[in-house]
């Protein structure tokens, strides 16, 4: 229609001459209109089947997963939680070894930690101390006093954080000299609350003999 209302007043001109070029104008929209019309369609159709498997390839994902079971909760804890539960029930010294040592007196045994413990505690200061002032090799030798005094009485979890302490002063890593001078000072912790605890349980037997001996 459009092509007619443009060739419509050149067919009313009376000049022949002038209706040729309208006739070749027409024919050329109208051609250009059907390959214009042809190419939608073949878009149109080379877009059905993508569209359609894309569906099909949805549906089998959905399938697959419903068909997946849920994978299973691990009911055993976590390796390092485990290791770390393991290192809390470490007792901080071997009572086989201080009774070997010492006897099976619990009071003087009880003595001897405590008195570790208070010149660890000063050891660890010194540690602390020469630490701000960046010095390793002061911290290292505390350190190594730390160890030998552990190593000798059995103090198992001392020892260890005491030789780390020595290594990492060997190798001038302040960083770890730090983390390990705060593991020390809680370990050093744990072992006065178990000192405590012994030297209240010998007190309590040292008490009970007492009151047996009485007439």
């Not at 001459?17 to 080379?46: D, H, K």
């Not at 570790?116 to 660890?124: A, G, I, K, P, Y």
Request: glycine content about 4%.
């Amino acid at each position: 229609m459009n092509t007619f209302f443009l060739t419509y007043p050149f067919i009313r001109c009376e000049d022949i001459s002038l209706m040729r070029p309208a006739l070749a104008m027409a024919g050329l929209a109208l051609v250009l209109a059907a390959l214009l019309w042809r190419r939608i369609r073949w878009r149109q159709a080379s877009r059905g089947p993508d569209t359609t498997q894309a569906h099909v390839d949805l549906h089998q994902v959905l399938q697959t997963r419903k068909a997946t079971p849920p994978a299973k909760v691990a009911e055993s804890p976590a390796p390092q939680q485990e290791q770390e539960r393991q290192e809390r029930d470490v007792p901080p010294f071997e009572q086989a070894r201080l009774d070997a040592m010492f006897g099976h007196d619990r009071r003087l045994q009880g003595e001897i930690l405590a008195l570790f413990v208070s010149e660890t505690r000063d050891r660890l200061a010194g540690i602390a101390h020469a630490l701000r002032c960046e010095r390793a090799a002061p911290a290292r030798i505390l350190a190594q006093e730390i160890l030998d005094g552990s190593h000798a009485m059995g103090l198992m979890p001392l020892q260890a954080l005491a030789r780390q302490a020595v290594h990492a002063g060997f190798s001038n890593d302040i960083a770890a000299q730090h983390r390990l001078h705060a593991d020390l000072l809680m370990a050093l912790d744990a072992l006065s609350q178990a000192v405590t605890a012994l030297q209240t349980s010998a007190a309590e037997t040292n008490d009970s003999s007492d009151m047996g001996s009485l007439p």
